[in-house]
Antibody, heavy 124, light 110 residues
Framework: EVRLVESGGGLVQPGRSLRLSCAAS????????MHWVRQPPGKGLEWVSG????????DYADSVRGRFTISRDNDKNSLFLQMNSLRPEDTALYYC?????????????????WGQGSMVTVSS | QSVLTQPPSASGTPGQRVTISCSGS????????LNWYQQLPGTAPKLLIY???QRPSGVPGRFSGSKSGTSASLAISGLQSEDEADYYC???????????FGGGTKLTVL
């Protein structure tokens, strides 16, 4: 079965750090670029970051650049998101997402497999 | 405030045809392909339409997408109760150098 399973979420104080993990199975992980997309409670979707198969290309949303770091381990079929200097506005369900067609970060690709999400709550 | 603009809500009765609009700019919709995602209540989003008008395997032909200039539309024909969901458009933005989403449209089947 093709699936993505996120973990590592929880309640954290403002200014602290958290690391999300995503375990991929059922497909050749290294053949695809991967992304993180988040959704605040009751609100819409926001793209966070993307990474190519080799980690040679990485993109970040302006809202997280300089605070979040995306990485991957192809040997372990895993995607990560290191989140530092967390703010209340980072509170959201974080989805691990696979692209449809490429190992590169392409602007004509699409997000075709989503995990169930890991909830991050930033509050004192 | 989302970069792509969608109506917050839409509705229709079973069997009807409903369209959901998505408005953007030259840096996103006009110059790049457009994707649509369906999020059923309490679940993760699902890819519904990619490359503006292509349906992934398993998506019924009732769903179709189109684009003209800086606007795009998702059409659902033969509306069914199970189509009740939130729908999001998304595209790459060349100016922001990132993916942008619409604010989402909540579709209610009356």
């Amino acid at each position: 079965e093709v699936r993505l399973v996120e973990s590592g979420g929880g309640l954290v104080q403002p200014g602290r750090s958290l690391r999300l993990s995503c375990a991929a199975s059922g497909f050749t992980f290294e053949d695809y670029a991967m992304h993180w997309v988040r959704q605040p409670p009751g609100k819409g979707l926001e793209w966070v970051s993307g990474i190519s198969w080799s980690s040679g290309s990485i993109d970040y949303a302006d809202s997280v650049r300089g605070r979040f770091t995306i990485s991957r381990d192809n040997d372990k079929n895993s995607l990560f998101l290191q989140m530092n200097s967390l703010r209340p506005e980072d509170t959201a369900l974080y989805y691990c997402v696979k692209v449809r067609k490429s190992f590169k970060l392409l602007k004509d690709d699409a997000f075709d497999l989503w995990g169930q999400g890991s909830m991050v709550t930033v509050s004192s | 405030q989302s970069v792509l603009t969608q109506p917050p809500s839409a509705s229709g009765t079973p069997g009807q045809r409903v369209t959901i609009s998505c408005s953007g700019s030259n840096s996103n919709i006009a110059g790049n392909t457009l994707n649509w995602y369906q999020q059923l209540p309490g679940t993760a989003p699902k890819l519904l339409i990619y490359s503006t008008n292509q349906r992934p395997s398993g998506v019924p032909g009732r769903f179709s997408g189109s684009k003209s200039g800086t606007s795009a539309s998702l059409a659902i024909s033969g509306l069914q109760s199970e189509d009740e969901a939130d729908y999001y458009c998304a595209a790459w933005d060349d100016s922001l150098k990132g993916w942008v989403f619409g604010g989402g449209t909540k579709l209610t089947v009356l």
